[in-house]
């Protein structure tokens, strides 16, 4: 029997995120969409306007007994760059910050460890944000993004240049820094 839990987090695109935790142990869904705005129901294309205030974004869902919550927020931090601010790589813009949409007070707890952690072990700082969490609960809502969106790199992410450039290096990042949180 498992035990499952739900992450949401930002690392720039989500077509790139989603690639990487999809080769993550433990994780039995990947679902891309947008966090942390203020428009109801946005589109793709009202988000990449920078206007909502929506976070590019995936919503991960892991067994507890393959893969913990802190190693999933460690390879979050570790497969992109939390030290640049709106921004990863070309997208440019708060549709692409690094931030961490804890579900709990303890998710937000392990989420600031996280981050302690990599700035421990990186002697950097990263910018990534921690959103969402008023009194305990969570206050953003979650709105899964079009359907041609999700498993984007099994699909015509394959075909993009854009993804051929940049998601290749995040899945070679975690084979080389999580070799033992990748699926065989």
């Given amino acids: 029997m498992s035990n499952l839990d739900t992450a949401i987090i930002a690392g720039g695109c989500f077509w790139c995120t ?9 994780v039995s869904l990947v679902e ?10 946005p589109t793709y294309k009202e988000v990449c306007t920078g206007t ?10 892991f067994d507890t007994d393959v893969i913990g919550l802190p190693q999933i927020y460690d390879v979050f931090l570790g497969t992109h760059d939390p030290t640049q601010l ?12 690094s931030a961490i949409f804890p579900l709990s007070a ?5 989420a600031e460890a996280a981050i302690a952690r990599w700035n421990a072990d990186h002697g950097k700082v990263a910018v990534t944000t ?6 305990g609960a969570q206050t953003a809502e979650w709105y899964p993004a079009e359907d041609y969106h999700q ?34």
């Avoid at 891309?32 to 129901?41: E, F, L, P, Q, R």
């Avoid at 909502?52 to 869902?61: D, Y």
């Avoid at 990863?88 to 910050?97: A, C, K, L, S, V």
């Fill in 52 to 61: 909502t205030g929506h976070a590019e974004a995936i919503r991960v869902t």
């Fill in 18 to 26: 989603e690639a990487v935790f999809r080769d993550v142990v433990g």
């Fill in 130 to 135: 921690i959103e969402g969490l008023s009194g």
């Fill in 151 to 184: 498993e984007y790199w099994d699909g015509e992410g394959q075909r993009n240049p854009y993804c051929l450039a940049v998601i290749p290096p995040k899945l070679m990042k975690l084979r080389k820094s999580f070799q033992k949180y990748v699926k065989d």
């Fill in 32 to 41: 891309s969409g947008y966090i942390g705005g203020t428009k109801a129901n």
């Fill in 106 to 110: 303890e998710q937000g707890a392990e």
């Fill in 86 to 97: 709106n921004r990863q790589g070309g997208d440019i813009g708060t549709q692409y910050r």
